[in-house]
C-alpha cells in the first residue's frame, strides 16, 4: 500500500492529541504516516514528536518525524503529501492558503476561520487553485448523524419542516483556552455552534434566509480579582482544571506530552487562564432561529455551562408523519412515525463508539484516505463558509439585540 506522508500544522489537541492518534490507530489500513509537525512552540514540537515517534514504534512502524516553527516550510517540504491545518481558526488563512497553492492536499479543521473574511479568503484560494479541501466537521462523520440524515431522504418521518439542536455542555474549557476572546475563535459559538449551522445546512438542503439570536454572558462574568490562572489559585471552584495533567489522558501521555502545557505563560497558550480572567468577550450562551429557503425553520439552544450528561446535546426533526430525535453521547435514535402509530429505537453505536467524537474522527481519517486518492471531499469549504455567514449573522443579531438578519446582507463568494 501506498504511504501517505501527512504534514500536521497546529500541533495541539486537535492536531496530535485527537487526529494524529487517529492515524496511528488505522495507519496499518490507511498508510497515512505523520512526517511532519509545525507549531509555534518549540516545546510542544519536542513532545509531539516523542510522543507520536512512540505510538508509532508501538505499532512497528518505523518514522523519521522532524519539525519545524515554520508552516511554508512545512508545506513545500517532499516528505509532506497531504496538509492539515489544525492551528486555532485565527491561524487558518496563512497555511490554508499556501497549501492549496502548493497543489498539495489539504485538510483544514473546523471553525474554516475566525472570521467571514479569512472564510472567504479561503474559498476564493480553492476556487483559484482548482484544488479542493476537506474539513473537520465531525457530526458529518458520525453514525447517528449519517443514519437520521438518511431516514429524512428516505422518507421516514414525510417532509421535513422543523430542526432543532439543543447543546447544553460543560465547555468552560472555552473560558480557560484561546477561545476566551473573539479575536482569536470567532467567538465560542463559532468554535461549537459552526458544527450546528452546517448540520442544518446539511439536513435543509437549500440555503438559509433569515436568522435572529439572542444572548450574553451570565456565568463566565469576569471578576477584577481574578487570579491569572488555576495553577496559581487555591480557592475551591467548579471550573478549575489541573494545568499539571494539560489535555493529557495517562500518566504515561504526561510524560510525553505534559510539559508545554503546564509552562504556557502567554493568554493565547494557557490551558488554565481563570474563566473570570478579564479580557474575555465570548458569549457563554444563545439562542437562534433561522428560516431556510424552503420554508424550513432551525433552532439553535446552547449553554457552555451546563451539566455533564447523556442528553447534554440532542437533534430532534419533525416531519409531516413522525418525528427522529438523536441523543448524541447515547448514539441512540427515538423514531416515531405514521402519524405516532409506530415507534422504533435504533442504536448507532458501532465498535469504535468509544473513540474520540464517538468514532468520527476514525471515519475521518479513513475518508482523508480516499479523498488523498481522488474522491472529492465529504465536507467541503463551502459547507465551511455557508456555516460562517450563518455565525457571522447571528452574531452580528446578538449584537444587535435580536435584530433579524438577512442571509443576502451576508458576504459570499460568488
Ligand atoms: N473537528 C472538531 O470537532 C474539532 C475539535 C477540537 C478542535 N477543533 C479545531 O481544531 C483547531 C485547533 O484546536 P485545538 O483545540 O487543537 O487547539 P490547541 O491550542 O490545543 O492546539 C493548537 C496548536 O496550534 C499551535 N499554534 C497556534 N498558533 C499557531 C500558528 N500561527 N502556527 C503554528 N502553530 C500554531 C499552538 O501552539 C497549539 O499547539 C481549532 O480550529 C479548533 O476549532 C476541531
Redesign the pocket.
Known sequence: MKTINVGI??????????LAERIVDVSEETGLRVTRL????SD?LEECQAYLSHLFSERGIDTDICTT?D?DALICDDAVDLVMV???????L??AVTALESGKRVYC???IAHTLDDAIAILEAERRTENPMIL???RRYEAPWRKAYELVQDGTIGDLHMMQVRDIIPFHTYFH???RRRAW?GDAIN?KSS?HMDVFNWFAGCPAEQISGVGGRRVFVEKADAPERCLECHLECPWRVNPTRG?VKSQEELSLTGD?WMNATEE??R?DNCVYLPGADILDHASFQIRYESGLIASLWVSFFGPKADDQETFELIGTKGRIILTRHTGILGIVTDYGASHEVIDCKKDNFGSS?FG??LE?VRELKTFYDGSPPLVSASNGLEAARLIEAGLRSIDNGGELIKMSDIPTVQ
Open positions: 500544522i497546529g500541533a495541539g489537541y486537535r492536531g496530535v492529541n485527537t509545525c507549531d509555534t512552540r510542544r516553527e508552516a489544525t492551528t486555532p481558526q485565527c491561524a487558518h496563512g497555511p479543521d473546523k471553525p473537520g466537521f465531525t483556552r484561546w477561545h475563535s468554535d458544527h489535555l508545554s493565547y497558550d490551558v467524537h468520527a474522527d475521518l
